[in-house]
């Protein structure tokens, strides 16, 4: 399945940020070469609000990679246009998203959000713990961005994108810029501390970044289950001559339903078209494919 990269922007006439808009050009740019070549979808809104907030969430279900927000927001709420969004809404919200890698909340003062947030499921969140400066804060999306999309994983392309900032700012807010840590790691004085910035917040030791182009792991038992209960003799012979007719020419008399799922399975991966074949059948019948589970 294909990636979604999920950016939000929210400006308010009343309380307008200069900077939002080239942030907004500057994420898009950085990612749209590997959106027009299919490798992520990014859903790209402007002017947020909250009904298509969770409309885009209820679309891409189970494939939102990232959630990135910029805007105002404070410990309690993101201002998205027209009402403000209760964080501990979108939360709840989130807890039914099992994909989530990232929640980056570009805004001040939302690291309240970051346990929540971890303990909803999302394996990684940026967050502020103070006002932010709005020019910094475009400069740092952009950076992880541009990073991100050169493959570099979550972890990486945060850490670069703080180094280019300390680079440009003699602000000494910035000096534990770019540090990292776990959920149990956490402080809760980190909320009222004025001298932070923006930090990076793990679930836990065993998380391994994620990465655009991150190999992944395919769990070919399941699989196999997956396309076993899924189909019956025939309906598997007519999804094989639509869209794997090669498979389905060498489908011979006599042959049961369980060779002709090894046959697509092994044509598949000597292929290296798995990912395909997941896409396929995540189509066909998408809570049945949620039942069994195609990746370690």
């Known amino acids: 399945m294909t990636p979604v990269i999920f950016t939000a922007f929210a ?10 808009n080239q942030e907004q050009e500057s994420i898009q740019n950085a990612l749209l070469n590997l959106d027009t070549q299919g490798k992520i979808k990014h859903s790209n809104w402007n002017e947020i609000k909250l009904d298509a907030f969770f409309n885009v969430l209820r679309e891409h279900s189970g494939n939102v990679r ?19 969004a209760i964080m501990e809404g979108i939360i709840d919200r989130l807890k039914n998203e099992t994909n989530v890698e990232l929640v980056f909340l570009n805004g001040c003062s939302t690291h309240a959000h970051v346990k929540g947030l971890l303990d909803a499921g999302v394996k990684a969140v940026i967050a502020t713990s103070c006002s932010i400066d709005d020019t910094i804060a475009s400069e740092f999306a952009a950076q992880f961005y541009m990073n991100l999309a050169k493959n570099q994983d979550i972890v990486m392309s945060y850490k670069n994108a703080s180094a280019f900032v300390k680079a440009i700012s003699a602000d000494s807010r910035f000096r534990s810029f770019g540090s990292v840590k776990y ?3 956490i402080s809760e004085n980190e909320s009222n501390n004025g001298a932070f910035e923006w930090g990076l917040y793990l679930c836990d030791e065993k998380y391994k970044p994620w990465s655009i182009e991150m190999k992944k792991t395919y769990n070919l038992k399941n699989i196999n289950t997956l396309i076993f209960e899924m189909f019956d003799d025939t309906s598997l012979t007519v999804f094989c001559m639509n869209n794997y007719q090669k498979v389905y020419k060498n489908f011979t008399n006599g042959q049961n339903l369980q060779i002709k799922i090894i046959a697509l399975i092994d044509y598949c991966k000597n292929r290296m ?11 066909e019948n998408k809570s049945q494919f949620e039942q069994y589970k195609p990746y370690y």
């Open 11 to 20: 400006n308010q006439q009343d309380n307008y940020l200069q900077t939002l």
């Open 66 to 84: 990232i959630i990135h927000f910029a805007g105002h927001a404070s410990s309690k709420v993101l201002a998205m246009n027209e009402k403000d």
């Open 183 to 185: 959920r149990a790691e």
């Open 273 to 283: 078209e798995l990912e395909k074949l997941l896409e396929l059948l995540e189509k």
